[in-house]
């Protein structure tokens, strides 16, 4: 029967340990992107869609532009 010595087992248990580690702080990258997604949502609590985002720029850019033209 084989018996690994014990500087082999030590560096199985530190690769081990360091791809566990890798996992966890990828699995907090992908849960921490969730939640500032979740964050970044329309005050109503819906996320905010696409159609919304660029209906408040066109609406936000002519009040710019009207602004403009009155000071004018």
């Given at each position: 029967?084989?018996?690994?010595?014990?500087?082999?087992?030590?560096?199985?248990?530190?690769?081990?340990?360091?791809?566990?580690?890798?996992?966890?702080?990828?699995?907090?990258?992908?849960?921490?992107?969730?939640?500032?997604?979740?964050?970044?949502?329309?005050?109503?609590?819906?996320?905010?869609?696409?159609?919304?985002?660029?209906?408040?720029?066109?609406?936000?850019?002519t009040?710019i532009?009207?602004?403009?033209l009155?000071?004018?």
């Amino acid at each position: 029967m084989y018996l690994p010595n014990t500087a082999q087992v030590l560096i199985n248990a530190q690769e081990r340990q360091m791809t566990l580690t890798r996992e966890a702080q990828r699995y907090r990258q992908i849960q921490q992107a969730g939640q500032r997604q979740s964050q970044s949502k329309h005050p109503s609590g819906r996320p905010e869609t696409m159609r919304v985002a660029w209906h408040r720029l066109l609406v936000g850019g002519t009040l710019i532009a009207g602004v403009l033209l009155s000071l004018q």
